[in-house]
């Protein structure tokens, strides 16, 4: 994994654990569901008044009439996918993201990889 950016300001707004566990929850599917041997890279940084926080990984991407519905708990689409998940890791990113009152989106096609990028008005 590539830690490419680490620039987090103090007094931030938030709940650490939360965040803790969003982030953990995103690295653990690009390790898990991205191609094997390839980086992760992950991005913490502010923009304007939002910490963003981004992790990307090579690997096939996730069918895109799969994505509309990767938030909602227990959707997991089987193509390359681990057998023991729940499909919880998302949902549960997506509410901390709501919770902060932010975002959370992904973007995923063969050329590019697959990249979730967390908006926090933080
Ligand atoms: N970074 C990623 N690259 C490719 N596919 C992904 C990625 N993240 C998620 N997916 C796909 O989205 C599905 C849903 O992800 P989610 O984290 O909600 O569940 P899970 O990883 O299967 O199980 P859990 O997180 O509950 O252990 C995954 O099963 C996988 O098919
Ligand atoms: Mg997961």
Redesign the pocket.
Known sequence: MILDTLSIPTGLNCDPGRLGQLLV?LV???I???AKGEPVVVHIHTVGQSLVLS?H?R??A?PEAVQPG?FHPF???EV???KD???????IANEICAGHRGTLEVT?NDAHG?E?VATLPC
């Open positions: 929850n653990d599917n690009a898990t569901h991205g992790v990984n690997g096939v996730i990767l959707k997991r689409h390359g996918s681990r998940g729940l499909g919880l890791g998302l949902y995923s697959t979730f």
